[in-house]
């Protein structure tokens, strides 16, 4: 879930370095993209990662003959709580993320799998690749799923995760966000994306945020403080709606970028 440790032949660049190679691709940029920029140099794996030939299509057909099939009595409701699923409560600020997915025509997308995985409250995740030395939660997974309701509405209880180090550059802090993947009706269909929170001092810093160039398209990943979400004395609140086509379609990445 975690990044590899980033091979470094030369000393780990500063974030000067790092603001000033964002500076210049956004400069550069001969129209704001809405989606992330698959070579951002500023993200240093991306140049080994991105896609370096002409993409094929997969035959949808061929590949639905191997793809699992999901309904509702595959996924239990317990699973889209994450601080239930242990023997303890697991340690860090308790909350509740709802929203839609939607078309690029604001309808609904119902029945839509919807999966996602994140640090815990201190930004460690559990995998074996993690090593940043931050306790490790034992009731606490950062793993959940459920499925989209008529309304094309999702939920999920967690723990709000930390940020946390990464071997990008010299005091590399990724912000604090969720990782959410949809799944549409099969493998071929998969999207993934981040959430994040609101006003976070670590947006500017970060060149994976930063890969999308047009700022609206930016906004669009963080999700906003709902009051009416919120519950007594229990659990704030975030919403944040995933809108999959259109001009104002949710950024999307790499199946390869798990930062």
């Known amino acids: 879930m975690t990044a590899p440790p980033i091979a470094q032949t030369a000393p780990l660049s500063s974030q000067s370095d790092i603001d000033a ?4 691709a956004h400069a550069r940029a001969a129209a704001a ?3 992330p920029q698959l070579a951002f140099p500023a993200y240093r794996s ?5 896609p370096t030939k002409d993409l094929r299509h997969a035959d949808p057909e061929g590949a639905e003959l191997f793809a699992p099939v999901f309904g509702h009595t595959d996924i239990d409701p317990l699973e889209a709580d994450l601080t ?3 023997g303890g409560e697991p340690i860090g600020e308790r909350i509740r993320v709802s ?7 604001g309808r609904p997308v119902r029945n839509q799998l919807v999966e996602i995985w994140q640090a815990n409250a201190a930004g460690r995740y559990i995998h074996k690749r993690d090593q940043h030395p931050a306790p490790i939660d034992p009731n606490f997974t950062g793993v959940g799923r459920c499925l989209t309701d008529s309304n094309g509405g999702y939920s999920f209880v967690t723990i709000k995760p930390g940020p946390y180090p990464w071997r990008n550059h010299r005091n590399a ?6 990782h959410f993947s949809l799944f549409g009706t099969d493998f071929t269909q998969r999207m993934i994306t981040q ?6 001092p670590l947006f500017a810093l970060d060149p994976i945020y930063q890969a999308i160039t047009d700022q609206n398209a930016r906004d669009r990943l963080v999700a906003k403080y709902a009051h009416d979400v919120s519950e007594h004395e229990w659990l704030l609140g975030y919403r944040w709606d995933i809108v999959l086509t259109g001009s104002h379609r949710t950024a999307m990445e790499s199946e390869d970028d798990d930062e």
Do not use: C, K, N
Not at 46 to 50: A, E, K, T
């Open 21 to 24: 190679e964002i500076a210049f």
């Open 33 to 35: 993209e809405t989606q």
């Open 46 to 50: 991306s140049v080994l990662r991105h």
């Open 84 to 86: 239930v699923q242990h």
């Open 99 to 105: 929203g839609r997915v939607l078309d690029g025509d």
């Open 173 to 178: 802090w990724r912000p604090a966000h969720i």
């Open 195 to 200: 959430m994040y929170f609101p006003s976070d």
